[in-house]
């Protein structure tokens, strides 16, 4: 059964119809005959039924990522033919004047790897010029206006933090693909202890206990804001700040946005490369190259198991679960394409300059 595009306005909507609506615009079957029934109900016109599945939250969500699936795979991946000289082809890589007069500010993603760049920037500056995490609960609650004098920012802030403090600061961040970074922040909070919480800055709640009593897919179809937070777009959260919740019902809008958001930061990787392009990251700001001690600091699965702190293993998500995890991380996924097309074709170029 297909739609009838030709149908008029007062075409009357079947159960048929919701079918075929669900399969075109969902990529799916109705979860039941009660689903059914209250499509039927609440638009009993063919267009009413059109307009009502294609609308759809998920359906917008299907839409999109099928749209940044096919721009990831018409991306031209043959390499890039440089003919500057090593002179040349330097300003493209290292900032090394702004790196060292500029504020810098290190906006760290969860779960990310960021501990292991952190401990890289702390060694660039001296510790009176490093700005200290929020006294009491571990938070990043800090006005732009109390903290301005420090030269150095590490922490979950997002761009609304930076701007007001230096538009103008040298401005860092590292990607992970979200299917590997939202199965290590399910994973990290369940190998935490349950009175931990004040470690875990990036949340509000009890986030051990509710990740220990739940499975993988109930965390994945939590509706609690703080698990959102930090399983869905959770960088585009950080890039848009205040903005983000305007772009709530135009994730198109979000993603371009986000996109130039991540283009004007100075220094950018991905969790994958990390290792690689720490090194050139010491170099823009004059330090020697991290040793391999500093790379790996944050190991959710290799802590010494106790009483207090039981061994996690990794989960393995399903199919099902890895496609609720797109699903959530549309305008991220987007983001992490983006980040790998730049830092292979940009950054790279340190190869010839080196």
């Known amino acids: 059964m297909t739609l009838i595009l030709n149908a008029s306005s007062s075409s009357k909507s079947t159960p048929e119809d919701v079918v075929a609506a669900y399969r075109l615009f969902l990529g799916r079957e109705p979860e039941n ?7 039927l109900n609440a638009a009993p016109r063919l267009w009413d039924l059109v307009a009502r599945v294609y609308g759809s939250t998920e359906a917008a969500h299907r839409r999109l990522h099928e749209a940044c699936s096919q721009i990831s795979a018409q991306q031209d991946t043959r390499p890039v033919q440089r003919h500057a000289s090593a002179t040349e082809l330097r300003p493209l890589v290292d900032h090394p004047a702004r790196a060292r007069n500029n504020r810098t500010f290190f906006m760290h993603v969860p779960k990310t790897g960021g501990i292991s760049l952190s401990s890289l920037l702390r060694g660039a500056f001296r510790p009176h010029e490093v700005c200290p995490p929020s006294i009491g609960d571990g938070r990043w609650r800090h006005r732009a206006t109390n903290v301005a004098h420090y030269k150095l920012f590490l922490g979950h ?8 403090v230096d538009r103008e600061g040298f401005k860092i961040t590292i990607l992970r693909h979200p299917r590997d970074r939202v199965i290590s922040t399910y994973d990290f909070w369940r190998s935490a202890p ?9 949340v509000d709640e009890d986030a051990p206990s509710y990740a220990k009593r739940v499975t993988f897919s109930e965390f994945l179809k939590s509706d609690i804001p703080w698990v959102l937070d930090g399983i869905s777009n959770s960088i585009a959260r950080q890039l848009l700040g205040s903005d983000f919740s305007a772009y709530a019902h135009n994730q198109d809008a979000a993603t371009r946005e986000a996109c130039d ?3 004007g930061f100075d220094w950018y990787t991905t969790t994958e490369c990390l290792s690689e392009d720490l090194p050139s990251l010491a170099r823009l700001f004059g330090i020697s190259e ?3 001690t500093i790379i790996h600091l944050n190991r959710t ?31 991220d996924t987007a983001l992490y394409h983006m980040a ?10 340190r190869d010839k300059t080196t």
């Open 33 to 39: 005959d009660d689903v059914v029934a209250a499509h």
């Open 157 to 164: 802030f997002n761009t609304d933090f930076i701007n007001a």
């Open 194 to 202: 349950n009175d931990w919480n004040k470690q875990l800055t990036e």
């Open 261 to 263: 958001r991540l283009s």
């Open 290 to 292: 991290p040793s391999d």
């Open 301 to 331: 699965y290799d802590y010494e198991p106790n009483e207090q702190r039981p061994a996690v293993v990794k989960t393995t998500p399903t199919e099902g679960e890895l496609q609720q995890i797109d699903d959530l991380n549309t305008i």
């Open 340 to 349: 790998v097309r730049q830092r292979n074709t940009i950054f790279s170029v």
